[in-house]
């Protein structure tokens, strides 16, 4: 029940960064969709390591495969069963932190839940699992023909993008290696990550998306809203920390008489202090949403920590990580809100 | 499916507020559970409407009624069914709004999801549903005998509450009208709150829950972990725009050097920016969240609006509403808390 | 999770027959469906108690009243409380079964699952709760409006109606008390079961039930076949010991060349041994099944048992039970029907 | 939400018979179970084609192969993905029946539905996804130490296993390849199948399935009975069309006074008509039930059909295909009852 997304769009994954591959099962994709197999591709390509200086330089190549639920390149409307090899996981070496947890890692919860633990790459708790995000979102995607779904960095460390969005040329996002659609901005934040890199630490940051074109009337009353379905899907990522939509946490220190947002005739309103979503469902004004990602917790400096007996030791990130984790991340916010997006429209479909 | 709440440990409600009564079905407590009626009556009092000067001033008994699944006073295993009388509902008058849609209120979204609404009261919309959560709150409160979840008010608009929470003292939260535990904040909010309410106008604000004594390993991967589970359902509650936990949208300016919490020797940590909860499963230590309340749409001064037809209205509140919903949410972020913890204890005792 | 049935279409019950009422939440219902209120009781009459001479003499008038989610007539597309007033709990005496395991009742399986159990008219595993999926079933055929769900008596004990359902005018089911629609048949069967009944025995029986004009498409491989989700709801029915569909067990006799169906120019087919399903989905043809009824446990003779302490007492039925629960469960196998249809029409119908 | 069985304990699958591989995902497993991995080949190797001269001559090596979930031999408590490759897909000529709708078998609803349809081996509607249900259930087994399931072939067409299963020694079962556990009722078994096998027809049958040692206490009032559940995943296997249990269909034709299970003071049963439930729980007692599968309905002989035109035409099964599903089906049996039984067991375990 734990490894699966939506109720009637569901993916369901399985995999660790060590194992031979990963994967996962989407049941209740709609039959008769003529699959773009190159776009599925480039988000994965987003969200791969090794794709710029101020990511991972391990090498994942991050080749789909689907292995069912596809027949002449259209969806059968059965279940899609696709993996993604581990084509670098060979080389790593484990050996060194076998016995010891990590502070801020799932080493210690994962020990104490299960009895034991795969310590390799962090077992099932590794961010490698959104890989197979990716996959179910660019599915998604092309099922929302009509809907634009835009996610961009909006600050690094301390470095903010302050303009609303709708000063922002979304097409720019993918212009420079921080996903930042502004380029001043971007600079600024890619010399802060560069440099955070350089010392051996790593650097939280924070992602808002912005979802156009959304049909009125998605989201159910009372635990399906539109946004706990996303703020559910947003927080399953593995470094998030907090979601807000709409005014989010500054809406709370409001008044009603400013945050209403009056309606024009045709039913849009005049400000969009509701991020485009009322009583839970969305009602075809912009949705739009901030995610906040913590720092990496493997950093390349001593750290003390305690192995399974208790005993003080010393750890030290080795290999190749990310210095921040907030540029790969974009495509896996977009990637989950596609897929909430359209479970929700599935569900909403299902009583018309 | 949208009606209900948790896997294992299983709310399902229903209700407006104008009609005879709400109620709803607990499925999956366990059983042999002597409950503690007066404790659950305790929490619905907290929630109830006209308990001070800053919530609404309509009445409303809220007295629950168990109709199955108790045996003399203790829980069979089966399903308990419950209903609460809606005993002020006769004397409302919802002729002026039948067809004008409230700003930022779910009645344009609901006509456009629906084809027609119920006008009463905002039909399901209606946050009344929130006294059936605090039933099933109260309930799962007494399956965790040692945990303490403390919620409390932290800001009513530009009134903070700056100290952390470990140099407060949270036995004083219910001393207050406004749920603040300083009595020097609390006053300050209740003061604004009740010049807010003299202006017609509404106000926002915020609440933060601590959760201590909570077994290690609650949370599963990958996509229910316990932050997930937890912003999900805050998310559910009407007014929230956002939900952080532990370090929250702070931590993301953080670097890891300073973030990562240290182990001590025991497996707790010297610092908890984790929030209690590492890799989406419980660590032991304590557990807090804030949750972002947006000030009630209902406003006592004239708005423009539309009505079904497009056409421009004007509309001014009328009756009783709050003029912070902040002070009466704290116990339901405590009853949904209950709720998501227990679900997750069961799910974790299944495979023990 | 087990006091629910269905996925889109979810009816949620609660209740026992010694409580002051039972009732029961239908999530996912569409909206804007002018309901039936009188059909909806009628379904509730034929299923009631003290209702012919061959039933109980228990009198319950079961009126349900429906608590949310209809608006002026019309559901809301929000959840549907409802109650049933247990209005004869009160007069009953269950002293005398306080502690003694009834032989083929589950007081001895509650006991051991639960610790302990609700002793007074065998709590949750009663049969009164049908009389909820009554409510549900009765909403669900509103929905499926060409829908034709017949089900009749075709056995009790030996005797048997051995004629085709083809032969048969169905529309004759109500003519007579055991519900058998055939004159002749039925009789028999009446005069069966008063006879056992003055035994003060109880008799099985089986009840077919055929639907036709069911929309091509229903029905999902691999794990929510149609048929497969007919087959679990009937085995929920408390005395159901067997399912079978199209030919059924006769088929296992058969060879694949007289068994296979052959088709016609239109898709229909020249045989029907398929019963109206094929790969789990519907084809158009009418769908039927068979469903076998064992006696039911209260009898009127005295029965050696054995207490919870293990001592052996001697036991007999006491009260107002049914000889045969089979005519009483001829509605209740129709709700099922429409209640598993229609769940499976909404999910069908999510992604066209 | 289809392509899943069980809730606590639940497999997920994928595949059709032509695509690269067919695999699953299993999700819920717990940790720490030390797995014999030559155990579930063995059921694969009792499940595979080829195996004897009664069973289609198609080869395939069914091997699994385990992605993530296992470490070190056991069980991580995380998701475990595996695959079976197809080793003999490429070979098979399916041009024959691309436009086709073979009688009584999938290929129209599919088309109704989907509005296309892989036409390739039956795509979805394969029986080859049982592979993948026999991994989930030989690991299912390995959490049941003590719970011994055995299935048996109890009828092929006309020739039935009259003895009640007591008399039997269920050790015999794999002694022969009809997997009948009588030396002479199985000879005429595999005769009957080996004539129709060479008149080009196919035959149905029946198996029986026992299991002994279920702990007291499993299942759920009122939807997830034990033998509800188990008679939707018997009821899911391709060829299903009836399931009894306990005294079954021969129960409708008993008095009540003979049909119920007189207690001893241990808590056993002087007879076992419940069939080890009660109320929809196991009793400790013998959990036994009986399946009926129809004839495969690919058969060698012309057959008058359509193609999507509604054009009539001529087909003849091509290629290998098992004239009787029964043999194969047994240990397909004893899978889904193990993952049934320990999905309920996860449940009960819960709330202890």
């Known amino acids: 029940m734990s490894n699966s997304l939506g109720k009637l769009f569901k993916l369901t994954t399985f995999g660790e960064s060590h194992g031979s591959a990963i994967g996962g099962i989407i049941d209740g994709c709609p039959a008769g969709i003529e699959l773009d197999f190159k776009a599925i591709q480039y988000e ?23 292995l069912s639920g596809i027949f002449e390149g259209k969806t059968t409307g059965t279940a899609i069963g696709f993996q993604i090899k581990n084509t670098n996981q060979k080389s790593k070496d484990y050996s060194h932190n076998t016995d010891v947890y990590r502070p801020s890692h ?28 990716i996959v179910g979102g660019a599915i998604a995607r092309q099922i929302l023909i009509n809907v634009n779904i835009n996610a961009f960095t909006t600050s690094i460390g301390d470095i903010n993008l302050e303009k609303p969005y709708q000063d922002l040329d979304l097409s720019k996002t993918e212009n420079n290696i921080v996903r930042c659609p502004d380029n001043v901005i971007s600079e600024k934040m890619i010399n802060l990550i560069d440099n955070i890199r350089k010392q051996g630490d790593t650097i939280g ?20 809203k539109l ?8 927080l399953s990522i593995n ?49 739009y949403f ?26 030290q990130g080795k290999g190749r990580h ?31």
Chains 1, 2, 3, 4 share one sequence.
């Open 290 to 315: 901030k995610v906040a990602f913590k720092p990496v917790a493997t950093i390349m400096k001593k750290q003390q920590t305690i192995n399974s007996k208790g005993e003080i030791v010393e750890i």
């Open 227 to 234: 946004h706990a379905n996303l703020g559910k899907a947003m």
């Open 239 to 287: 470094a998030v920390k907090g979601f807000e939509y709409g005014s989010g946490f500054s809406g709370a220190k409001m008044k009603g008489s400013r945050h209403n947002d009056i309606f024009n005739e045709d039913g849009s309103t005049q400000t969009n202090h509701s991020g485009g979503i009322q009583g839970g469902i969305s009602n075809g004004m912009d949705i």
């Open 205 to 224: 940051g924070t992602i808002t998306c912005v979802i156009k074109n959304v049909p009125i009337g998605l989201g159910e009353p009372v635990f399906d």
């Open 106 to 133: 799932a080493d210690y919860t994962y020990d104490k839940k299960y009895g034991f633990r795969d310590h390799k790459g962090g077992g099932r708790s590794s961010a490698r699992d959104t890989a197979n995000w």
């Open 322 to 352: 990310d210095p921040c984790v907030v540029p790969r991340a974009v495509p896996i916010v977009e990637a989950l809100s596609a897929m909430v997006l359209v479970d929700l429209l599935l569900i909403h479909n299902a009583r018309k």
């Open 44 to 66: 994965l390509n987003r969200r791969k390591p090794g794709q710029s200086k101020i990511t991972t330089q391990r090498k994942e190549d991050d080749e789909v495969e689907f």
